[in-house]
């Protein structure tokens, strides 16, 4: 077995991109002395909530806590259902747990590879409260047809855009279309702090919930704590308050978040159009005109062997994600879903990051190209 890549590019599926002001930004405040919630993180919130065109945003240590306290602050609890893709990563699912809520498993669009709204339809319960769309790959899903009965059955939506930093909606920006959504900025997203996560709250009594909730139940400031002998404790909460190190971080590289948006498209485009004279391989369409693209995922026969023989030749594919109502720590709400499963034997993501270049590009869909010949899938 080869497993030195002779594109060097090639070797993972993702891998953070770093513009070099992150590393003084983080000297900075290791200087500084403060490591906890300083007025970085104050700083970062407003340059995101900017970005987006909110009022508000709201920092955290990362998507799956990002998850969890918009689900609680949502009113999410114990004996409550919440529709979501199985299609996704496992955070998703889990932040749902946290709550003592059930996941009510639903299908994907095969195309979009995002929630399909029939399915939501099919999957409603009488104690469904809340529902999660994931933004596979940085795209947009739409729930128009059915916004009108979510809304009637105070149905709460929230998005988990880990993927989508930087999309669109059609002229919104994710995170700025009015639902609840949470962002990741963990090492390989669109925008990365190292590990953290943004919240996009509804309305000013959501985002103080949510600050108080991040904060292990303590509303003061800093500058309150240190001007008092005490602090209040108003709610029970969560450890779930970013660090200035990350703040740092995620601040520099909103700063060049031009550049990623306009590379990652490139790089899209760039498998879009050396994949068209593949057959046997379907490049899931990201709607690359409103997206950052997060993942390049193909759908190909006989993926399993696809996938050794491009792993054998050194090239990082992966699969995003072995379907969660099959995973055994979710068995017991597992629910037919045979979309999902044949997609799932399907789908396999190509590396995608800032550090490909077109050549790398060639080379990974060369090589895909000959693995499908070996499988007999490509003439
Ligand atoms: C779809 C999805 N949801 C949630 C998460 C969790 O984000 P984090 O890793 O920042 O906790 C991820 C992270 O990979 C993800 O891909």
Known sequence: MNNTSTQPGTGRNASPYLYGSEQAAVARVLAGGHYGHTRIVDEFEESVARFLGVPDAIAVSSGTAALHTALVAAGVTTGMDVIVPSLTFCATIQAILHCGARPRFAEVDPATLCLDPASVLDALTDSTTAVMPVLYGGRAVDLRPIRALLTERRITVIEDAAHAFGSYHGLHPVGATGELTCFSFGPIKNLTCGQGSMIIPRSAGEAHTIRELRQIGVVDTAAQRAASTTYRVTTAGFRYQMSALNAAIGGA???????????????????????????????????????????????????????????????????????????????????????????????????????????????????????????????
Do not use: C
């Open 253 to 379: 590289q909103l700063a060049h978040f031009a550049t990623t948006a306009a590379a990652r498209r490139q790089l899209w485009r760039h498998y879009q159009s050396a994949l068209s004279g593949v057959s046997g391989a379907a490049l899931v369409d990201v709607d690359v005109d409103h997206s950052v693209p997060h993942l390049a995922v193909v759908k190909v026969p006989a993926r399993d062997r696809v996938w050794t023989l491009m792993r054998e030749q050194g090239i990082g594919v992966g699969v995003h994600y072995p379907p969660n109502h099959l995973q055994p720590a979710f068995a017991p709400w597992r629910r037919p879903l045979p979309v999902t499963e044949r997609i799932s034997r399907q789908i396999l993501t190509l590396p995608f990051h800032q550090h490909l270049t077109g050549d790398d590009i060639h080379y990974v869909v060369s090589a895909l190209q000959q693995a499908l010949k070996e499988t007999g899938a490509h003439p």
